[in-house]
């Protein structure tokens, strides 16, 4: 170890607030110590400072400084075996000999040990590390910004005005000297300020790192935002650093320089070209010049300008500047501060290809929906298991047998009624981050929380004549998938396909509990419509005529037919049957209690049926009923004819009055035949949903404890996708709902999502794949209804209603945004959306599955979403002309698109990412929501998010492609979504890949050098 005794001796003698402790103590002698003059223990001067211990040659201060123990690399424990009372030592990892000391009591002691204990740097950087992520787990937000050397970003993490731009600076250098070597230097430049009279400079921001340029233009901008409170008198320092060692990063100052903020704002163009100087002062050689916008905000809020002094003259002007552009504002709009918070914001500027300036921003969002809307459905599935118990209960009487699986379906229905609950308290006292890290998508607790989810917004301004501002949003997650509950046993989808033949009589891809929901809400429906009529019959009789009453039976006989031809499919017949003889047999009953209040009613009847009854028409003549069959009311046949013979006693009943009849007359005939028509609707309708209700108890309890772990991977995997989903289609409606014909094509084919998976298809990413493609596909199940606030300042959350079969998202949109539709078109303004998904492996576990593996499932999900893409696409282009399409400045047409698409799908090559990019633009070019997945959202997400920003940018905003890789890997390396992997990860920032990994990626989806290194798996 090196030192300077001169330094040291300074230190040690300086005045007692530097140093932690000082006082006596005793010092050991010989046998371990350091001390080897005489044995035992002799008393001297000590001073603790840091993680440096000094003793002095005396027992007081006075004495000169003797040495010196650097305490790293030890502990500290205390001694009762030595002679010396309240004796401790030090005790060095590794090392032989240790260093024994003794206080002047007890106390003492304690808090030296106490002290001594704490000093080490590697204490201390523990200490640090813990409340760190205390903080970030609380926050979502790192209290450290790490581009800032350590220093401490107090802003508010839900305050989106902590990112509104006020200045932004582009900077490039000219003539920069070559290295020893004869070569251009690669290089970067950080930017820091002071505003006088504070001393301690605050770094800004750097550029990215430029490779073997002597004359680097730095795309990367630094923003100076409402928190850095700048002013003209703000002094700035450009630091050049040279990257010596490429593949280590060694970093060496070549330079710096200079200025004040007047010195720019007051130089043409708030241009300004300084000297690079060295620490010495000398000037190196080259230069480094400034480019200074001041952005325009609109109407900033109290607070929120930039800094100004109590002198006019330290205020920066307002003047004209070719170089102004309009801010990308996110404190103005209501929408994004209630839905939206803990962003992240990144410029950039590049000439095109026609030579203007483009300005571009990388803004990342956390969305508040996280915890939100898996909430709403913790209490939609309580209330659908609340509905099934109530269910469970109407299933009296049952045999031995079926009553004790009905009590054991109910058990496992009390289990996992218990577990939501447990959820939804945990979420209703959760205060913690907006989103769920990486490293937590194991948690339980949180396993119906997306993983990793964001809102990254790309908007862009064209600084010419004919230029256009354009926006591109994409919605990052995690793949929707029960990580707690592992995937031995694969996902979701062979789960549900590919069952062992014990489950296959339970979960069956033509299982009858779907069509018997399906037939169950059709029965409802018609019943309610029946018991409408119902009432119409008899407020018509009292209050109007006996034709009304007539004209009203005629409705009333079109929906009772209705009814019955439902009623009339094999399976409620089957059903009823099936539930008739699990019953315990009773004598006298025909069925119990349940059929209590029909009797009455069929005995009253049958005492009016003539014998005109028993024959019916059949299309060619009269032909006899069976009147055994007819007559008996336990069967379902027997319900059914029940009905129509009582609607026949009301017909009769009503023809047999006179024409003039009065109010009283008509009641008396109608009134109670109504009412005997009504019980044996609502008999056969109660009989039906019991005999479901007992079907689909037979279907649970037949593989009892799989059916229940299934429904819940079900609900875990649906619960993320519908949150992300909702996120982008939210974002979407903000974005678009003014373009011409953009409401009228969801109201007539729906919108677009379009789900981008990365994972492979081997080992446990299988499994994930498979459940995201199950979640993903119940998004068919989805209704969007959006509706105007009340109140203008009312909440925009959206709430969901419905239960599994059919979930409603509710929208509330601003009066402001819903005025930008028509009357005609927003009255009840519902959609559905349209779910696709394609899945191309990338790394190296892909290469695996595609050498030994299997990619079925992969090639089979692409097909199937390739054929539902193309009748999105028909019905698109046949609905909406060119005029109501989004516009884009692509020359490859949408047919092109398809066509090439459809080629890919069938293409059995290897790692097509082609098949990704072509359906990604494609979504866009058909005002779809873009989404993309990878195991958590942080790596292979980052490479192709900002692949495909670039791509846009090309494309859309003719970057040249000279510029294309470079910006390429500046996003990477220094863009937003390197904050995703610090916020993921807490203590590092590097993507996490291997270099053998890598090899095995496309080589446009390869981070650039210093991003990457491996670590655990998150």
């Not at 035992?40 to 001067?45: I, V």
């Not at 480019?291 to 003259?313: C, G, H, M, R, Y």
């Not at 990413?765 to 959006?786: C, Q, S």
Request: proline share 4%; charged share 25%; glycine share 4%.
């Amino acid at each position: 170890m090196r030192f300077n005794s001169k330094e040291l001796i300074n230190v040690a003698i300086q005045p007692a607030k530097f140093f932690t402790k000082e006082g006596p103590l005793y010092i050991r002698n010989g046998n371990g110590g350091w001390l080897r003059k005489s044995e035992g223990y002799q008393e001297k001067w000590c001073r603790l400072r840091g993680n440096l211990l000094f003793y002095f040659k005396g027992r007081d201060l006075l004495s000169d400084p003797q040495g010196v123990i650097v305490l790293e690399q030890c502990f500290i424990q205390e001694e009762y075996r030595e002679i010396q009372p309240h004796a401790f030592c030090v005790v060095f990892v590794g090392e032989e000999h240790n260093q024994y000391f003794a206080a002047h009591s007890t106390d003492q002691r304690d808090e030296w040990v106490a002290l001594l204990q704490q000093a080490s740097y590697e204490s201390l950087r523990g200490q640090l590390k813990s409340l760190r992520g205390q903080l970030i787990a609380r926050t979502g937000r790192d209290p450290i910004n790490e581009q800032r050397h350590g220093i401490l970003d107090l802003g508010d993490p839900m305050d989106l005005q902590q990112v509104e731009p006020m200045l932004e600076m582009s900077l490039a250098c000219s003539d920069l000297p070559k290295t020893v070597s004869g070569k251009a230097p690669s290089t970067f430049i950080t930017i820091s300020v002071v505003t006088p009279p504070e001393t301690e400079w605050t770094k800004c921001g750097q550029t990215e790192i430029i490779d073997s340029n002597s004359d680097p233009f730095y795309l990367m901008t630094v923003v100076f935002e409402a928190s850095s409170r700048v002013s003209v008198i703000t002094r700035l320092r450009a630091t050049l650093y040279e990257i010596r060692e490429k593949p280590n990063g060694a970093v060496m100052p070549m330079g710096s320089a200079l200025c004040s903020f007047r010195d720019i704002v007051t130089s043409p163009e708030n241009r300004l070209e300084l000297t690079i100087m060295s620490a010495d002062g000398r000037s190196i050689g080259g230069t480094i010049t400034l480019f200074l916008w001041e952005l325009d905000l609109p109407a900033p809020p109290k607070n929120t300008t930039i800094q100004k002094e109590k002198s006019v003259t330290n205020s920066i002007p307002r003047q004209t500047s070719t170089r102004k552009k309009k801010a990308l504002s996110l404190t103005q709009d209501s929408f994004y501060k209630a839905l939206y918070c803990c962003p992240i914001s990144k410029t950039y500027r590049y000439p095109n290809t026609d030579g203007a300036i483009v300005v571009v921003q990388e803004i990342m969002v956390e969305s508040k929906l996280s915890f939100n809307l898996p909430q709403q459905l913790m209490m939609l599935y309580l209330q659908e298991e609340k509905n099934w118990f109530e269910e469970l209960d109407r299933l009296a009487n049952l045999n031995e047998e079926y009553e004790a699986a009905r009590k054991e379906v109910i058990a496992e229905h009390v289990k996992l009624n218990a577990t939501y609950r447990a959820t939804l308290e945990f979420f209703k006292n959760y205060r913690g981050a907006q989103f769920k890290r990486s490293m937590d998508k194991t948690d339980k607790q949180l396993e119906f929380v997306p993983t990793n989810l964001h809102l990254q917004m790309l908007k862009v301004e064209e600084n010419m004549a004919d230029g256009r501002d354009a926006s591109y949003d994409i919605v990052t997650f995690g793949a929707p998938a029960a990580h707690p509950h592992k995937f031995r046993h694969g996902g979701l989808l062979k789960l549900l396909h590919n069952t062992p033949e014990e489950h296959q009589n339970a979960i069956r891809p033509r299982s009858q509990v779907p069509s018997a929901k399906d037939a169950s809400g059709q029965l409802n429906t018609i019943k309610e419509i029946v018991e409408q009529q119902l009432d119409k019959v008899v407020t018509a009789a009292k209050d109007y005529s006996l034709d009304a009453v007539k004209c009203v039976l005629l409705v009333l006989n079109e929906k009772l037919q209705e009814f019955l031809i439902t009623c009339d499919t094999a399976y409620f017949e089957t059903t009823y049957t099936s539930y008739k003889s699990a019953l315990e047999p009773k004598r006298g009953a025909i069925n119990g209690s349940e059929t209590s209040s029909i009797l009455s009613a069929e005995s009253t009847h049958s005492k009016i049926v003539t014998p005109e009854d028993k024959w019916t028409f059949d299309g060619v003549g009269f032909v006899k009923i069976d009147a055994e069959e007819r007559g008996k009311p336990g069967t379902w046949q027997g319900m059914k004819h029940q009905i129509e013979d009582c609607f026949e006693v009301l017909q009769q009943s009503v023809e047999m009055l006179p024409h003039n009849a009065t109010a009283t007359e008509r009641c008396h005939a109608t009134v109670s035949s109504v009412q005997t028509l009504r019980d044996a609707v609502n008999h056969l309708h109660t009989q039906a949903r019991i005999s479901i209700s007992f079907t689909r108890m037979k279907e649970e309890h037949s593989n009892l404890a799989f059916n229940m772990a299934l429904k819940y991977r079900r609900d875990v995997a649906f619960s993320q996708a519908l949150t992300a989903a909702t996120c982008g289609v939210i974002a979407k409606l903000r974005q678009c709902i003014d373009q011409k014909g953009f409401v009228r094509q969801l109201r007539t084919i729906g919108m677009i999502v379009h789900f981008e998976s990365l994972l492979s298809t081997y080992g446990e990413e299988m499994g994930m794949l498979e459940d995201m493609t199950v979640a993903i596909n119940d998004l068919n199940k989805v209704t969007f209804h959006v509706r105007e606030m009340s109140n203008p300042e009312g909440d925009p959350t959206p709430t969901v209603t419905g239960d599994r079969s059919k979930v409603i998202v509710n929208v509330p949109l601003s009066s402001a945004m819903c005025s930008k539709v028509s009357a005609e078109l927003f009255h009840n303004f519902q959609f559905k959306v349209v779910p696709i998904i394609f899945s191309v492996g990338l790394n190296e576990e892909q290469t695996l599955a595609e050498l030994i593996g299997d990619t079925s499932i992969q090639e089979n999900t692409n097909r199937e979403n390739m054929s539902k893409l193309q009748k999105y696409y028909d019905l698109f282009v046949h609905e909406f002309s060119p005029d109501d399409r989004p516009k884009s400045q692509s020359p490859v047409t949408l047919d092109i698109l398809v066509s090439s698409l459809a080629h890919h799908v069938q293409l059995k090559s290897h790692k097509n990412m082609e098949i990704l990019q072509i359906s990604s633009e494609l979504t866009r070019r058909m005002n779809g929501v873009r989404f993309t997945s990878c195991k958590s959202a942080k790596d292979r997400t980052a490479m192709s998010v900002t692949l495909e920003q670039c791509s846009l940018l090309q494309k859309e905003h003719q970057m040249d492609p000279k510029i294309f890789q470079h910006l390429l890997d500046t996003m990477r390396s220094d863009g937003i979504r390197r904050d995703n992997v610090r916020k993921n990860l807490v203590h590092t920032n590097k993507y996490a890949f291997s270099k053998m990994q890598l090899r095995a990626f496309p080589k446009l989806y390869r981070p650039p050098d210093r991003t990457f290194g491996k670590q655990a798996a998150s």
